[in-house]
């Protein structure tokens, strides 16, 4: 049993090897792979040793006798089991005192706002909101109506910049009779 199974792999191995080696004429030729270009197998057989190695290593061996260890600390309640010492807390407290201090004065200057806002000057904001909307209605009308009138204007001082420019022609013309008339 065990040689029809060596012998499959074997097979098997055989028929990877030359579908490789075809893959490799197609991909860079068959002149490239002649001049002794490292081929496709001899490459992945160099990778597979160098992982193997790896996995061998000491170091790479530790660390995943150590996997259960590292998953532990990976897990999100794992930092609010940990307990702190008082003089942690303290140093933590010295190295966040700067911001501590400005988002203070931020709370400060927030409260010195609110109480700006809630001074009589802005209750009844709300009916003087309406005022102002219908004023700013009226505003927009009247613009409306300014506008027309504009136009209005500019049309009679166009029709009248026309008469006049007539009325000076005629004038030049009996002018110019005139003047002829007179010699």
Known sequence: IRYSKMADNGAYISSLEKRVTALEQRLIGEERVREGQPSLIHLIKTIDGKLKALTRSEVVTAILNQKNEIDKFMQPG??????LTDGAKEELLICYSEQLRKIQDQVEDFGQLKDSINN???????????????????????????????????????LYTKLLSQLSQECVKWDETLTTLEK
């Open 120 to 158: 009589l000057e802005f209750k009844g904001l709300d009916t003087k909101e309406k005022k102002v909307s219908s004023l700013a209605a009226s505003h927009v009308k009247q613009e409306e109506e300014v506008e027309t009138v504009t136009r209005q204007i500019q049309g009679f001082l166009d």
């Open 78 to 83: 794992y930092v609010n089991s940990l307990k």
